[in-house]
C-alpha cells in the first residue's frame, strides 16, 4: 500500500511514518508483476500519465522503461526522495514533483492520457471530502478521452472482519527477510491501520506504526465519477481482473474515461 512519511506537507497519505519502512514492508517484484501488466493495458500506448500519490516511484520507473512519459505527484518529501533513487537505479527519468491532490491540476496541468491512483492512496486523502476533491483533480487532469485507474481496498468486504488482519507478506532487502502484517479497525468513516513488520537480527525484532484511511464503498466511489464527468468502463476485484464482488474481492479497481 502506497503510503508516505509523517511530516508531509498535507493531511493525505500521512500512514506510514518512514520511507524506508514502507519500503522494506514490500515485494515489489511481486507487486509490479501484478500491476503493470494491468496499467499498460488500460493506459494504453505509452503517452503523458500521472502516478498520482506515486510513494517510492517503482511503478512510475517500471512505466517509464516502458516508454511513458510519467509524472509522479507525491506530498512526501521523503518519499520523492526515494523515489528519485528508485528511478536513478533503474536507469529512467520520470518527473517527480511534490503537489498534493488539491493542488495537482493547478501544478501540473491537464491532457495527460493516463492518472492512475493504486496502492490506496486515495483512501489515505485523509477524509471523504478530500478523496472527493483528489478524484476531481484526477479528473481535471485528464484530456478528454484519458484513462483514470484507481484502486483501493474494498472495505465492504473487511467491515465485518474481527479481527481484521491481512498479511503476512514477506520481502527481502539486503539479505534479511522481512515479514508485515496489516490490522484495521472501522471507525464511523474512518480505517484505523496499524503495520506491524518483524524481522531476525539476532533474535526477533519489530518496527510498528499506525495511521489512517476513509473507508470509501464503491456507490460513493460512482457518484464522484459521475460528478466528475468520468464514465465507469470496468469494476475488478483483483489486478486479475476478476469481476468485483463486494462481498469477497480484497480490492476495488475502477477504470473510468474522462469523456
Sequence with gaps: MDVPA??????????????????????????????IPVLTEVLGPAGRVLD??????????????????????????????????????AGTAPRFACVPYGALHLRLGGDFDGVYCIGNALAAAGSRHAAAEALAQFAACLRRGGRLFVQILNFAAMRDQ?????????SHVDGREYVSLRHF?????????????????????????AGRLCDIDLETLRGWCDADGLRVDALWGSYDREPLDLERSVDLILVATRT
Design 6 to 35: 509523517r511530516g508531509s506537507r498535507s493531511k493525505e497519505r500521512a500512514v506510514f511514518d518512514s520511507a524506508d519502512w514502507y519500503e522494506r514492508s514490500i515485494n515489489w517484484s511481486a507487486r509490479l508483476a501484478r500491476e
Design 52 to 89: 498520482a500519490g506515486c510513494g517510492t516511484g517503482h511503478q512510475a520507473s517500471a512505466l517509464a522503461q516502458r516508454g511513458y512519459q510519467v509524472t509522479g505527484a507525491d506530498a512526501s518529501e521523503e518519499m520523492l526522495a526515494v523515489a528519485r533513487r528508485t528511478a536513478a537505479a
Design 162 to 170: 474481527h479481527p481484521c488482519v491481512h498479511g503476512p507478506r514477506v
Design 185 to 209: 479497525r472501522f471507525a464511523g468513516e474512518i480505517v484505523e491501520i496499524t503495520h506491524i513488520t518483524l524481522w531476525n537480527e539476532g533474535g526477533w525484532k519489530k518496527y510498528a506504526q
